[in-house]
T-cell receptor, first 112, second 110 residues
Framework: SQELEQSPQSLIVQEGKNLTINCTSS?????LYWYKQKYGEGLIFLMM?????EEKSHEKITAKLDEKKQQSSLHITASQPSHAGIYLC????????????FGTGTRLKVLA | EPEVTQTPSHQVTQMGQEVILRCVPI?????FYWYRQILGQKVEFLVS????????KSEIFDDQFSVERPDGSNFTLKIRSTKLEDSAMYFC????????FGQGTRLTVV
């Protein structure tokens, strides 16, 4: 079955610094989602990528899906305390299953 | 922007009680899902529902759980006799060309 692995598991950066979070799939991705979550709260949709090589941006967050569609990265430029939270990648469904799966999450802390 | 709505946002229940979590999916979507996230842990798949029946379920989704689409608009998750370990955030999702997740119901079993 498909697995999503995120790295790093946690990240502490100084405000103003850039950072990248990675999401690697054990199988080809057919739709990769990025979400942000505050601890114990709901999922905030950030972006969805479908095509190999696709890149999307929203404010200071850019997400890319590699050409082989097995890895995605989320890049935050000039981080701010408001970027702090847990970033989750999600994917699916692949053939033989209806379900979406999620990565383990990356916990981001931004120091002011 | 279409949205999946879940109610209530927070429910507290006594152990052993039945709970029903409600979701209103996006109207023209055909696939519906429930997920669970125990605090601090991964978002886990529970069940998918298509054409008025369960299409796939995980090992978590045992006989204590059931899903229903009672009136063509709501999609519900019932937990028959809640246990302490059922305390979690429960997310509903619906899918057309892409999936949309609701904001979740936090269930606390005391």
């Amino acid at each position: 079955s498909q697995e999503l692995e995120q790295s790093p598991q946690s990240l502490i950066v100084q405000e103003g610094k850039n950072l990248t979070i990675n999401c690697t799939s054990s199988k080809t991705l057919y739709g990769l989602y990025w979400y942000k979550q505050k601890y114990g709260e709901g999922l905030i949709f950030l972006m969805m990528l479908q095509k190999g090589g696709e890149e999307k941006s929203h404010e200071k967050i850019t997400a890319k899906l590699d050409e082989k569609k097995q890895q995605s990265s989320l890049h935050i430029t000039a981080s701010q305390p408001s970027h702090a939270g847990i970033y989750l990648c999600g994917a699916g469904p692949t053939s033989g299953t209806y379900k979406y799966i999620f990565g383990t999450g990356t916990r981001l802390k931004v120091l002011a | 922007e279409p949205e999946v709505t879940q109610t209530p946002s927070h429910q507290v229940t006594q152990m052993g009680q039945e709970v029903i979590l409600r979701c209103v999916p996006i109207s023209n979507h055909l696939y519906f899902y429930w997920y669970r996230q125990i605090l601090g842990q991964k978002v886990e798949f529970l069940v998918s529902f298509y054409n008025n029946e369960i299409s796939e379920k995980s090992e978590i989704f045992d006989d204590q759980f059931s899903v229903e689409r009672p009136d063509g608009s709501n999609f519900t998750l019932k937990i028959r006799s809640t246990k302490l370990e059922d305390s979690a955030m429960y997310f509903c999702a619906s899918r057309g060309s892409e999936a949309f997740f609701g904001q979740g119901t936090r269930l606390t079993v005391v």
